[in-house]
């Protein structure tokens, strides 16, 4: 870095005075703890680009003070350990600052129905920027995590809250800090945002998908900013239904209660489940999850249903007892190593709630299939736009791939425009 200017050679003085300070050990010398809310998904950046951040984007020169003379400093190694970045609310500290009080909760506003994504983006930025301290390992952070974080001194003595390094990964379920902030949930905030990044390996055989990968919410109550309108107002009037089956004997439940496992899915999300031989998936473009018009869920009778009448659920009782231990989920992909005894009686009972899904609209099971090849597979039959979307997703990502999917990079970036609306943003006017 040349100095041709005189701010430059301030800039340039000031960088080698602050990394030279003999009572400034350390840039995260602090005694007091922060607890941190991590409100962005993390992402990966090289130790380079972080050292960047945390200097205030002043490039070292190569060389150092030392011992009163210049010296070369060593260059630093290319390959060294990554860092996880995000953004992070500071819930309290040890001494009982709060420096983020006067900031709104992004978590709880989004909680309370805020719609406005661009104002929930601006509010995060305001937050403080916190990046892994160089060569730190074991559990990594998600989004709406609680860290424990030391922050580095400002120009001031006070906590910079601009730029900070978190040292180490604090449990949520540390009783100081769960009672704390037990009621602040940040999953409205990743439903409002729609998409979750998630740092993803995922492998079959040889080959393996590198995340991010992004996904969706798979909460009923979100189910309207997720899915197709249409598909989402028939998914709404399946889960009425199973909401209003329920036992004589046992009122207040409902028979079955299904539990969400997948909704929309981005087209790498699909390619990572298509290589995983031991799920049935569609191929990339291919599956009706990318649109918004499936959903795959699995279902359980609840304990007290069962043994509210045990001849009629006698078969999910185990031998030698007179009622069930616990509840008893329905067969997903592992119906076909069922006794045939059991294996009817699952099959009795889905094809109750395929009754349900059929008056919503619903396709069940996938046509010209058994229905243990995917029981957990719930579609709305929409066409039309669907198809186009479709062919758009096709359009896009396979001929610069070509057809063979082993021959997909496993690193490829998520693009996500060609499954939502099957226009490319960056070709319109």
């Known amino acids: 870095m040349a100095a041709t200017t005189n701010a430059e050679g301030l800039a340039l003085l000031a960088g080698l005075v602050r990394k030279n300070n003999p009572n400034n050990k350390s840039l995260t010398d602090n005694v007091v703890k922060f607890f941190v809310r991590v409100i962005t998904e993390p992402i990966d950046v090289s130790s380079t680009y972080a050292d960047l951040l945390l200097s205030d984007n002043f490039i070292e020169p190569p060389f150092e003070v030392s011992g009163g003379r210049l010296v070369h400093r060593e260059e630093p190694d290319p390959g060294s350990h990554p860092r ?3 953004m992070g609310k500071i819930l309290r500290t040890t001494n009982g600052l709060k420096p983020h009080i006067f900031l709104d909760d992004p978590c709880s506003l ?4 805020e719609q406005d994504i661009q104002y929930l983006d601006k509010l995060i930025s305001l937050h403080t920027l916190f990046i892994s301290e160089a060569g730190s390992y074991g559990v990594t952070p998600k989004f709406g995590d609680v860290v424990s974080v030391t922050l580095g001194q400002s120009d001031f003595q006070g906590p910079e809250l601009k730029v900070a390094t978190f040292s ?8 100081e800090l769960y009672n704390y902030e037990s009621s602040v949930q940040c999953d409205s905030l990743k439903a409002r945002l729609f998409l979750n990044t998630e740092r993803s390996t995922i492998t079959s055989g040889q080959k393996q998908v590198l995340g991010p990968i992004h996904h969706y919410s798979k909460k009923e109550e979100d189910l309207g900013e997720v899915l197709q309108e249409d ?14 089956h329920k036992a004589a004997d046992v009122p207040s439940s409902p028979i079955y209660i299904p539990e969400i496992t997948s909704t929309r899915r981005s087209v790498k999300h699909q390619f990572s489940l298509w290589l995983n031989n031991d799920l049935p998936a569609a191929k990339p473009c291919y599956s ?19 043994n509210s009448d045990t001849a009629k659920y006698g078969a999910f009782i185990p031998e030698g007892e007179t009622s069930a231990p616990q509840d008893v989920w329905l067969c997903t992909s592992n119906c076909k190593d ?33 229905w243990t090849y995917d029981p957990v597979h719930f579609a709305y039959p ?11 997703c096709k359009d896009y990502y396979y001929p610069p791939r070509g057809d ?3 021959d997909w990079p496993s690193d490829m970036d998520d693009v996500v425009w060609p499954i939502e609306t099957g226009v490319d943003p960056l070709q319109q006017s």
């Open 84 to 86: 996880l970045v995000f």
């Open 110 to 113: 989004a909680s309370a129905g």
């Open 168 to 175: 180490e990964v604090s449990s949520t379920q540390d009783s």
């Open 231 to 244: 598909a989402a107002a028939a998914f709404s009037d399946f889960f009425d239904e199973l909401s209003d």
């Open 288 to 306: 009706d999850h990318q649109y918004g018009y499936a959903i795959d869920m699995k279902f359980r009778i609840p304990m007290r249903v069962i």
């Open 338 to 370: 069922l006794s045939d005894e059991l294996r009817t009686e699952h099959k009795k009972h889905y094809k109750k709630i395929q009754e349900f899904a059929n008056r919503a609209g619903l396709i069940w099971p996938i046509p010209d299939k058994s």
């Open 382 to 392: 929409s066409k039309g736009n669907k198809d186009t979307l479709k062919q758009a």
């Open 404 to 406: 063979s999917l082993e």
